[in-house]
């Protein structure tokens, strides 16, 4: 999922093992993308798992985190901007919130190769 906003850049799916990094775009949305391609929105499945690095200090105040968590990407409708993480402590916080440059890799994309499918549809 990629915020409406976001709808204008080129985007991709993300994928297992990548790493990415926060990016603020030029329409001011709070995205990912992979480190040396800003123009290119990287789209997380709902339920992705993600191990995210340096999370600012005020937010770890706020949400009882710490620095460095493993967390789920989720759609969060409470706000005008809906991508945005789930803690293991049950805080959330949108993408915007995070702000840019922090680190992220996908530990679990929920997504199925396509020869992978194929190969359990046999």
């Known amino acids: 999922m990629c915020d409406y906003s976001l709808e204008a850049y080129r985007s991709r799916p993300a994928r297992e093992g990548e790493q990415y990094v926060t990016h603020r775009f030029s329409s001011s949305t709070v995205g990912f993308i992979a480190p040396g391609d800003p123009m290119t929105a990287i789209c997380m499945a709902c339920d992705t798992k993600l191990n995210l690095e340096g999370i600012p200090a ?8 710490k620095a460095n968590e493993t967390v ?9 901007f809906q991508d945005g993480v ?6 959330q916080t949108t993408l915007q ?12 994309a929920l997504v199925v190769p396509h020869r992978e ?5 046999s």
């Open 86 to 91: 789930r803690f293991a402590n049950g805080s």
């Open 72 to 80: 789920t990407f989720a759609r969060l409708d409470e706000s005008i």
């Open 58 to 65: 005020a937010l770890q105040t706020a949400l009882g985190i």
């Open 97 to 108: 919130r995070l702000g840019p440059g922090i680190k992220a890799e996908v530990i679990d």
């Open 117 to 121: 499918r194929q190969a359990v549809e």
